[in-house]
């Protein structure tokens, strides 16, 4: 034992090393240990919780940073959705104050394509608790439409729904209601302990590895989000005329604002697929440019033309298509886009 820690063929002045080696090590595993002892039980408590669901081809999860919580902290929900390409998901948003939480914000992750060939999109919700007690996050109905795709056929139209569970939430206050009896006695000041450097040296040593560890995990999800291709134009836009269509605007009466928004997702398209920046266009500006670009057939142009010509009827001349023509436009929107999309090599 005595020739591992003082060899001989070392230096006077080098001898010590190891034997302090041992016990520097021995001093930093202390702290971390009386940490995790401390707060085994608030982690237990406050840790995230993940639900999954399934409903045919489409796949959701429900993550919730804590289940337990203070009324100073914020609660996060994150609702993650995985759909086919032909498919696409209605998000909710929470309107006024759900129960006994308010709303903050809520923010939306673009669409992405996965490596397994499937869309992926999430919505994030950060509700403030308003009242301490056993709270319930109400069941949330996540509406899916599909489209399936026949030569010289008409697209079908499948809707799929998922309803999340409720989910309890415990909230507290910030100071816990104690009685005058269990206060006990009150005991005088003492003084402090004096200062002690020993755990310094291996605090600040578990610090640095912590951080370092920290930067390799955040540089491996950096660069594995940065390999993972975005959903290309098509499928964004067929995922929103879905999406579009699942609001029933047309249904209630809103056709200026479907035919608004229709418009919107057919030049966001355009604009995306032949990188043409048009943003402010009219629609005469709009056809000129078009009539620049030679990857667009003379059919699909006299289409743009027409449909650009009907949102601008609807909007300027209150022109109200009825629901056969309406049909009719959003299929042949749907062809276009399925047209003109970049093909696979």
Not at 86 to 99: E, I, M, R, T, V
Not at 138 to 154: D, G, P, Q, V
Not at 256 to 271: A, K, N, S, T, W
Request: proline residues 7%; glycine residues 4%.
């Amino acid at each position: 034992m005595r020739r591992m820690l003082y060899p001989e063929r070392f230096p006077s002045f080098y001898r010590p090393l190891p034997m302090a080696l041992m016990i520097f090590l021995v001093l930093s595993s202390l702290p971390a240990r009386g940490v995790q002892a401390s707060n085994a039980k608030h982690h237990a408590k406050s840790r995230p919780k993940e639900i999954h669901y399934k409903n045919g081809p489409i796949v959701l999860s429900m993550e919730i940073n804590r289940v337990e919580m203070s009324l100073a902290q914020t609660l996060v929900i994150t609702l993650k959705t995985q759909t086919p390409q032909n498919c696409s998901a209605d998000l909710p948003h929470f309107k006024g104050k759900p129960g006994a939480f308010q709303v903050q914000a809520e923010y939306d992750s673009p669409p992405r394509l996965t490596p397994n060939g499937r869309i992926a999109s999430s919505r994030t919700y950060l509700l403030q608790p308003l009242l301490a007690g056993k709270q319930t996050i109400a069941s949330l109905a996540i509406l899916y439409c599909c489209t399936s795709y026949e030569y010289n056929s008409k697209p079908a139209w499948t809707k799929f729904t998922i309803r999340t569970d409720p989910v309890p939430i415990s909230v507290h206050t910030l100071i816990e209601s104690t009685s005058a009896k269990s206060l006990g006695t009150i005991l005088p000041p003492v003084e402090a302990p004096p200062s002690s450097w020993r755990g310094v040296p291996a605090i600040m040593f578990a610090s640095s590895l912590a951080a370092g560890i920290l930067v390799l995990i955040g540089f491996r999800l950096w660069r594995n989000t940065s390999a993972t291709p975005n959903a290309s134009a098509h499928e964004i836009a067929r995922a929103k005329i879905g999406g579009l269509i699942l609001r029933n605007l047309t249904e209630q009466g809103e056709l200026e604002l479907f035919f608004q928004r229709l418009q919107e997702i057919v030049r966001d398209y355009v604009r995306q697929r032949f990188d043409l920046h048009s943003q402010q266009a009219t629609s005469r500006e709009f056809l000129k440019r078009i009539d620049r670009i030679g990857d667009i057939s003379e059919h699909s142009k006299l289409f743009l033309g027409h449909f650009l010509e009907i949102c601008d009827q609807v909007k300027f001349a209150r022109r109200r298509p009825g629901p056969c023509e309406v049909e009719q436009i959003v299929e042949a929107c749907t062809a276009f886009i399925e047209e003109t999309k970049v093909r696979s090599r």
